[in-house]
């Protein structure tokens, strides 16, 4: 997973992103940082920004555009723990994926 995102990251489209984030799955948490549009994946125990997803495959699909983020999320298949516009400019940042 931690590869996926740095191949699919978008610099410009994190210019404005400063947070840290964790993606969740059911068996394990991803951690990754956004800052000054660069991304590391620091040794973090907590984040600002929580999504939950049913699993990694789900989130890939999600970020590369081949199921929709919305549609998941009015479905509950995809969660936050709020800042839901971190959410989008999180989904945003991954989008080279799309490119």
Not at 3 to 13: C, I, K, M, N, P
Not at 28 to 33: E, P, R, T, V, Y
Request: glycine content about 6%.
């Amino acid at each position: 997973m931690q590869s996926f995102l740095q191949d699919s990251f978008s610099t410009e489209a994190a210019a404005d992103l400063a947070t840290d984030i964790e993606l969740r799955f059911p068996d394990q948490s991803l951690f990754c940082d956004i800052r000054n549009g660069q991304l590391s994946f620091p040794p973090i125990e907590q984040a600002e920004l929580v999504l939950y997803f049913e699993s990694q495959e789900q989130a890939k699909r999600l970020f590369s555009g081949d199921e929709d983020m919305v549609e998941a999320f009015m479905h509950g298949q995809i969660r936050s723990n709020g800042h839901l516009i971190w959410v989008f400019k999180t989904f945003a940042a991954f989008s080279g994926a799309r490119q």
